[in-house]
Nanobody
Framework: QLAESGGGLVQAGGSLRLSCVAS????????MGWFRQAPGKEREFVAA????????SYVDSVKGRFTISRDNARNAVYLQMNRLKPEDSAVYYC??????????????WGQGTQVTVSS
């Protein structure tokens, strides 16, 4: 199971830090990632990190503003979001996959956490 937290309402230019903790049958040998879904839009990839934390991937629209990290001892992955924009508003979901390339291809999601950025 995956449990996200840390969402909320923030003004444009502000910051939020999302957390996702994995419980149950977990393995640090999985890549972890974040997706988001805004109303009326499809779920889109945001960021991913491999099992060791040495390799990351971001969608172009968040590069330089968001940072993904993980703590395998806590079975947790984080998304630090800086310089937030109204278009970042969405429900953010955590997921896991065997590697970054297959991120999002498995039906394995948390319940999501709402991020709302006001202009």
């Amino acid at each position: 199971q995956l449990a996200e937290s840390g969402g909320g309402l923030v003004q444009a230019g502000g910051s939020l830090r999302l957390s996702c903790v994995a419980s149950g049958r977990t393995s640090s040998n999985y890549a972890m990632g974040w997706f988001r879904q805004a109303p009326g839009k499809e779920r889109e990839f945001v960021a991913a990190i491999n099992w060791s934390g040495e390799d990351t991937s971001y969608v172009d629209s968040v590069k330089g503003r968001f940072t993904i990290s993980r703590d395998n001892a806590r079975n947790a992955v984080y998304l630090q979001m800086n310089r937030l924009k109204p278009e970042d508003s969405a429900v953010y979901y955590c997921t896991a996959a065997p590697n970054i390339v297959t991120m999002g291809k498995y039906d394995y999601w948390g319940q999501g956490t709402q991020v709302t950025v006001s202009s």
